[in-house]
């Protein structure tokens, strides 16, 4: 099956790739469709974002498209800064302003109570307007600094449950097996499976 991702997220795009390259797929992004328009990222939810993407790149490229919406719920904060992950820092601000907001609004807040999780959807849409998605959660903490230099997003600070090691300070393989992307994508190759057999 040909699926278009649709994100321009090099390092998203990567880790995908990385995670489905045992499927029964064939992967394009957007960068084989520029002028593909962008889809505002207005929901509620990540689900509410994943389908409205997914469905707008297959209804522009006439191919199935697999969207993904995620980020970082942390529990003392209300589940902030959810679906603002990527534009926590305001419109443009970059991985580590976004982290750099999140542990000064947290300094004050007790090692035991800095519970968090990492939330994605996968939503693949196909042309006839189907849609499909597939939720995968990290459970974890955030940390008071930032460790290790890999991954993206919040990975430098955030500690999946029984590691004292953050997502930026694993290996991609270390990582892969305990992401919410991971466990997202591992239900769409079930999924995929099913539908090839």
Do not use: Q, W
């Amino acid at each position: 099956m040909n699926i278009v991702l649709a994100t321009r997220n090099k390092k998203k795009i990567e880790e995908i790739k990385r995670i489905v390259k045992d499927m029964p797929i064939t992967i394009y992004t957007l960068n084989d469709f520029p002028d593909c328009p962008d889809v505002k990222e207005d929901g509620n939810t990540f689900e509410e974002n994943a389908v409205k993407k997914a469905m707008a790149v297959s209804k522009y490229t006439k191919m199935p498209a697999l969207a993904d919406d995620s980020g970082l719920e942390v529990y003392a904060l209300g589940g902030a800064p959810g679906v603002l992950s990527a534009r926590y820092a305001g419109e443009g601000a970059d991985d580590r302003r976004n982290f750099e907001k999140l542990l000064s609004e947290m300094k004050l807040i007790s090692d035991e109570k800095r519970g968090a999780r990492f939330a994605c959807c996968i939503a693949l849409s196909f042309p006839d307007g189907k849609v499909e998605t597939f939720m995968g959660y990290a459970e974890g903490r955030i940390g008071r600094e930032p460790r290790g230099s890999k991954g993206f997003g919040y990975d430098p600070v955030f500690y999946p449950i029984g590691h004292n090691k953050t997502f930026a300070e694993m290996t991609d393989e270390e990582k892969d097996a305990l992401s919410h992307r991971g466990t997202a994508l591992k239900k769409l190759y079930e999924y995929l499976k099913g539908r090839s057999s």
